[in-house]
């Protein structure tokens, strides 16, 4: 199993890395029905995954492989990197390598922790109803949670936005502290995830073009713009003065710009 043992905060280095990106029980507790559910602006995939790792029910293969093909196919070939969908054996590819006693562990401990979501799906529907007004340019994500392999936390293609549920466990979770230090760990929790969630779907709309080629103070002013306009979404101070400090004092200077040519003119600025 492939696990970081460099974990940066947001992912942002790992987005930036690939840029871009592809681009709760089953027995007796969550019901698969939740995944479908269109008031709900998080789609329960991990449920469907869940069920068929843990049951090998050929039913919730089907639907991954029809109704949810496109994340299920981010799944297998650009978060695990198994194989391509459509290979003969890849069914069984899939189920054996979550056979991993790690992953095996992490699957029960995201049934358990995250039997329901409904703080982080009404914090990520305060955010889409701020971006129709605050970003009216910007389409809405389109939402869903899965179990991958402890390697990324949000991964995007387009407006699909999947959440890996297993890096969102807590700060004191066992697997976490093998590879990650403490400062690292504070950030694995779940009240992160939405507000990860938001960065990583904007990063991927306003990106620079040449993060690397970038000077330091560039990206600096880059991130703290995202971060600045996540907390006007999110309607409170998730991240820091120091992490917005940068945008701020632009935004004093400049009180009639909008948070659409905010980030604009951060991502331009870097190209």
């Known amino acids: 199993m492939r696990i970081v043992k460099k974990y940066l905060f947001?992912?942002?280095?790992?987005?930036?890395?690939?840029?871009?990106?592809?681009?709760?029980?089953?027995?007796?507790?969550?019901?698969?029905?939740?995944?479908?559910?269109?008031?709900?602006?998080?789609?329960?995939?991990?449920?469907?995954?869940?069920?068929?790792?843990?049951?090998?029910?050929?039913?919730?293969?089907?639907?991954?492989?029809?109704?949810?093909?496109?994340?299920?196919?981010?799944?297998?070939?650009?978060?695990?990197?198994i194989g391509d969908l459509d290979e003969s054996g890849i069914n069984e590819r899939l189920s054996n390598y979550y056979k991993d006693s790690t992953l095996v562990k992490a699957i029960a401990d995201v049934d358990s922790a995250f039997f329901d979501m409904d703080r982080e799906n009404e914090e990520l529907r305060t955010c889409i109803n701020r971006m129709r007004r605050l970003l009216p340019e910007v389409e809405a994500p389109d939402v869903y949670t899965q179990i991958g392999d402890f390697e990324q936390s949000v991964v995007v293609s387009g407006k699909l936005v999947g959440i890996s549920l297993e890096k969102y466990l807590g700060s004191d979770?066992?697997?976490?502290?093998?590879?990650?230090?403490?400062?690292?760990?504070?950030?694995?929790?779940?009240?992160?995830?939405?507000?990860?969630?938001?960065?990583?779907?904007?990063?991927?709309?306003?990106?620079?073009?040449?993060?690397?080629?970038?000077?330091?103070?560039?990206?600096?002013?880059?991130?703290?713009?995202?971060?600045?306009?996540?907390?006007?979404?999110?309607?409170?101070e998730f991240f820091g003065p120091a992490e917005t400090c940068k945008a701020d004092a632009f935004m004093q200077l400049h009180k009639g710009m909008s948070l659409s040519d905010l980030l604009n003119y951060s991502s331009k600025k870097m190209r």
């Open 10 to 81: 947001s992912a942002f280095v790992t987005l930036m890395a690939s840029l871009v990106l592809m681009g709760c029980s089953f027995g007796d507790g969550t019901p698969i029905s939740s995944l479908g559910d269109s008031s709900l602006p998080i789609r329960r995939y991990d449920l469907l995954e869940m069920r068929y790792l843990t049951t090998g029910d050929y039913s919730a293969l089907q639907k991954m492989r029809t109704t949810y093909i496109v994340e299920t196919r981010a799944l297998v070939e650009n978060l695990l990197k």
């Open 173 to 236: 979770y066992p697997t976490y502290k093998r590879f990650y230090d403490e400062q690292q760990r504070k950030q694995m929790s779940r009240e992160y995830m939405i507000p990860e969630c938001m960065s990583i779907y904007l990063l991927s709309l306003y990106p620079p073009s040449d993060f690397r080629g970038s000077s330091a103070e560039m990206r600096d002013f880059h991130f703290h713009c995202i971060w600045y306009v996540v907390n006007k979404l999110l309607g409170k």
